[in-house]
T-cell receptor, first 114, second 114 residues
Framework: TQLLEQSPQFLSIQEGENLTVYCNSS?????LQWYRQEPGEGPVLLVT?????EVKKLKRLTFQFGDARKDSSLHITAAQPGDTGLYLC??????????????FGQGTILTVHP | KAGVTQTPRYLIKTRGQQVTLSCSPISGHRSVSWYQQTPGQGLQFLFE???????NKGNFPGRFSGRQFSNSRSEMNVSTLELGDSALYLCASSLVAGATGELFFGEGSRLTVL
């Protein structure tokens, strides 16, 4: 069974601070996706990382996939109140019983105070 | 283009009843997957359908079932409802099968079992 451990579970920071969310597993994933979910809505894809060591930037958000494709991180620079939400990492299995299935981390609830 | 549409958005049932949830994917998307989201367990994979065929199923009891129609619309059914089935049920559609492409989530159907 593939598991993704996401930390921290809760993060409450002031506007302008930097933060990092981690996603770790003992399993290898073919790709890893990061989603953001707001109350009353479904998750929205932020980025997909596929190659070990890959780094992707989306404005103030930086995503990294570990060399062994078992872990990932999301770093937000100069957080803003609009960044508030639930951040989820999700790994796509390589096949077999993992086909078509995303394994989600527990999520990180981020609150950015003005 | 129209997003993923899930109906109903909210519903309340009592233990022992059954429920059917509907999902209309984005036009042209042939893959539909279902996830259960609860505060304690996070998002857990239920099943994925592609071209009317179930490609994978998560670790849920047989009370949870689904199907996909020729127009790619999907339904999931939960029979003999239990209190623990209370959750947000999310449907996601994708152009390609196997959770390798971008998943577009609907807003979910929030089920409360009394």
């Amino acid at each position: 069974t593939q598991l993704l451990e996401q930390s921290p579970q809760f993060l409450s920071i002031q506007e302008g601070e930097n933060l990092t969310v981690y996603c770790n597993s003992s399993s290898v994933f073919s790709s890893l996706q990061w989603y953001r979910q707001e109350p009353g809505e479904g998750p929205v894809l932020l980025v997909t990382v596929v190659t070990g060591g890959e780094v992707k930037k989306l404005k103030r958000l930086t995503f990294q996939f570990g060399d062994a494709r078992k872990d990932s991180s999301l770093h937000i620079t100069a957080a803003q109140p609009g960044d508030t939400g639930l951040y989820l990492c999700a790994g796509a299995g390589a096949g077999g019983t993992s086909y078509g299935k995303l394994t989600f981390g527990q999520g990180t609830i981020l609150t950015v105070h003005p | 283009k129209a997003g993923v549409t899930q109906t109903p958005r909210y519903l309340i049932k009592t233990r022992g009843q059954q429920v059917t949830l509907s999902c209309s994917p984005i036009s042209g998307h042939r893959s539909v997957s279902w996830y259960q989201q609860t505060p304690g367990q996070g998002l857990q994979f239920l099943f994925e359908y592609f071209s009317e065929t179930q490609r994978n199923k998560g670790n849920f009891p047989g009370r949870f079932s689904g199907r996909q129609f020729s127009n790619s619309r999907s339904e999931m059914n939960v029979s003999t409802l239990e209190l623990g089935d209370s959750a947000l049920y999310l449907c996601a559609s994708s152009l390609v099968a196997g959770a390798t492409g971008e998943l577009f989530f609907g807003e979910g159907s929030r089920l409360t079992v009394l």
